[in-house]
């Protein structure tokens, strides 16, 4: 990407939390248009309120988050999903009585206007798995499938920014592959993503750059050569021996 644009996200400084807790102490990260990034860190490090951050579920207590040159710390979640910022949560939150078509069909209100949203019917084209379950309900679904389910519809709901929340989590090693594909075809249609991950495997493989975290701060960033070849970041903040 160009060097010298402004990035697409830009968290800056950002203190949240919940209530009297501060959880996330001076953070800033950015994503560039196009990028996969990944912030990586263990349990509880605050990868779940950064990215509730950035959607506007939470609003930060003091620095700003900016989308495409504008200041979107104050909007709430449904303003922040309407200028192209979707969040696909760890819990995936599919609705189980309706079909993976009806699922697809309540995300398509629109979108963002730079966004190149897809229709339902390309969506299941592009998603093989849920092509063959369309009339399937949604609880009928694996969890992988109910991963690509919830990615499909941020894309279906004309998202340009997908904010994917542990996407991995608890899947069989093979459907975790089917995953990461999924994440690729989605960059290569230009969508940018960031990737909140305990799995730094998972990380390495997909990601542009690398924000580790730990106890709500940033302590490394680097791109994937970089971290990858960084025994004491692995060691110490991710818990991955050489
Ligand atoms: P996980 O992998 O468990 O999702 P995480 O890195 O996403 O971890 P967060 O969910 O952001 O971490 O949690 C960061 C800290 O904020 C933790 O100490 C957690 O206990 C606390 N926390 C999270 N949600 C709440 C909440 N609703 N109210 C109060 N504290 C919370």
Redesign the pocket.
């Given at each position: 990407m160009n060097g010298s644009a402004d990035p697409l996200l830009a968290v800056d400084s950002v203190h949240a939390?919940?209530?009297e807790?501060t959880?996330l102490h001076d953070l800033s990260l950015s994503v560039d248009e196009g990028e996969i990034v990944s912030l990586v860190?263990?349990?509880?490090?605050?990868?779940?309120?950064?990215?509730?951050t950035i959607m506007g579920i939470l609003e930060p207590t003091s620095g700003r988050v900016v989308y495409r040159g504008d200041d979107v710390s104050g909007l709430d979640a449904t303003r922040t999903a309407a200028r192209g910022i979707a969040l696909v949560p760890?819990e995936r939150r599919i609705f189980p009585e309706l079909t993976v078509k009806e699922n697809l069909e309540l995300a398509d209100h629109g979108g963002a206007p730079e966004a190149d949203s897809l229709s339902v019917g390309e969506a299941l084209e592009m998603f093989e798995n849920l092509r063959e379950r369309a009339g399937n309900a949604g609880s009928s679904l694996s969890g992988g499938e109910q991963q690509m389910l919830a990615i499909a519809r941020a894309l279906v709901g004309g998202a340009d920014l997908v904010l994917l929340?542990?996407p991995t989590e608890g899947l069989a090693p093979y459907i975790v592959q089917d995953v990461m594909d999924i994440v690729e075809r989605l960059n290569d249609r230009g969508i940018t993503v960031l990737l909140?991950e305990?799995n730094v495997h998972v990380c390495l493989e997909l990601a542009d750059r690398n924000y580790v975290?730990n106890q709500?701060e940033i302590v490394y960033e680097g791109t994937s050569a970089e971290l990858e070849a960084d025994d004491e970041v692995l060691d110490r903040y991710l818990g991955v021996t050489a």
């Open positions: 939390g919940y209530g807790t959880v860190g263990r349990n509880g490090a605050g990868k779940t309120t950064t990215l509730r760890e929340d542990e909140v305990q975290i709500g």
